[in-house]
């Protein structure tokens, strides 16, 4: 039984990635941005198509796949307004409107109804109406679904990283494989970053572009020199804490300003890791914040993934937010062995 998946949201590619490591054929990507092209086309045996989502209806969705398929739809829709990291409300006062994107993705599930679909999101989504609603149209169009929390690191990924996924069939009952890893052999920071050259801030590597890091002012320097693996602002000097860390209020923000610990898994990846002072992105020795290759790595894309497009600038900013907003590679890697596994299963009941 041939399968094919159209992938919504794809950005740069980490989920694509899983699930062609998986042995899955990704046949496109579908973003907004197009800065995510170059990532996604160069890594990936898959076309980049350039569409807002909520612009984008059934027959053309219909149209990207092949003939006599099996139709996958997979999709991570931005996660700011469920994010613990992010506010709910912009400056401005207005709610952030990035929600109504899952609305779409419901939509085209009514008007194509793929065989197997799958979400990835924060687990702070499960709270929300509009998740009940996505289940609730699950249900009524006939989907057997199954949906958990999962820590990424549970599937080798270097990385304690909490997301939900979902995976529903028109099929048959189907859910995420069990965990891979667990606390006694989890990938650590060591594993995944432990090999690369050393850099002091403001370095970029001669063989690798992406290995560079952030220049730290004079004062961050004398911080980072007297912050401990796995420690908080506390270990400093008080002539060198913040204001606010002087006031009960900042007590309890202990983890930004901080080192990673070699022998544990990251914190979660965000869209700025590159910045020593956005939380525990500090490098376990090297005084310095994580470079933009080692933050890749941690969300356990391959050492060889091009992320730099020689014909554009390319800021760590850009690069930053395509690579904290991506699914880590071995989750994608998990869906997609769940979804093989159940296709198999559902040959062989069937016959085929």
């Known amino acids: 039984m041939k399968a094919s998946v159209v992938d919504l949201f794809c950005g740069i590619g980490g989920l694509t990635h899983g699930l062609q490591q998986a042995g899955l054929t990704v046949v496109a990507g579908i973003d907004i941005d197009k800065s995510c092209r170059f990532a996604y086309e160069k890594n990936n045996k898959s076309k980049f198509l350039l569409h807002d989502i909520a612009h984008l209806d059934g027959d053309e969705l219909m149209a990207i796949y092949p003939k ?17 990291y992010s506010l709910r409300y912009n400056k401005s006062g207005k709610k952030d409107d990035k929600w ?20 990835e999101n924060v687990p702070k989504l499960k709270d929300e109406p509009i998740f009940l609603d996505f289940l609730i149209n699950l249900k009524n169009i006939g989907y057997h679904y199954s949906w958990k929390i999962v820590n990424c690191a549970d599937y080798g990924v270097p990385q304690l990283r909490k997301r939900l996924v979902l995976l529903a069939s028109k099929l048959d009952k189907i859910e995420l494989i069990p965990p891979l890893h667990n606390k006694n052999n ?10 690369l050259p050393k850099l002091i801030d403001g370095e970029v590597n001669h063989y690798d572009p992406l290995h560079r890091a952030s220049r730290l002012s004079v004062l961050n320097k004398k911080r980072i020199q007297q912050s401990l693996p796995g420690g908080t602002w506390h270990d400093w000097e008080d002539n060198l804490k913040l204001a606010c860390h002087k006031k009960k209020s900042g007590n ?21 890791y590159y910045g020593y002072g956005n939380g525990r992105f500090g ?5 310095r914040a994580l470079s933009l290759r080692e933050g890749a790595l941690l969300q356990s894309f391959p050492p060889d993934y091009k992320f730099i497009n020689p014909e554009c600038h390319e800021t760590n900013r850009n690069i930053g937010i395509h690579i904290g907003n991506a699914v880590p590679v071995l989750l994608g890697y998990a869906i997609g062995k769940s979804i093989l596994k159940h296709i198999e299963k559902v040959s062989l009941y069937n016959g085929y």
């Open 68 to 84: 006599d398929t099996i139709k996958i739809l997979v999709g991570c829709a931005p996660c700011q307004p469920f994010s613990t």
């Open 100 to 119: 109504k994107l899952i609305y779409f993705f419901s939509n085209l599930v009514k008007e194509v109804c793929p065989e197997i679909i799958s979400i």
């Open 186 to 195: 989890y990938k650590t920071v060591r594993d995944a970053i432990g090999y």
């Open 252 to 272: 309890g923000y202990r983890t930004i300003y901080g080192r990673l610990e070699w022998n544990k898994p990251a914190p979660t990846i965000t869209t700025q």
């Open 283 to 287: 490098h376990p020795e090297q005084d």
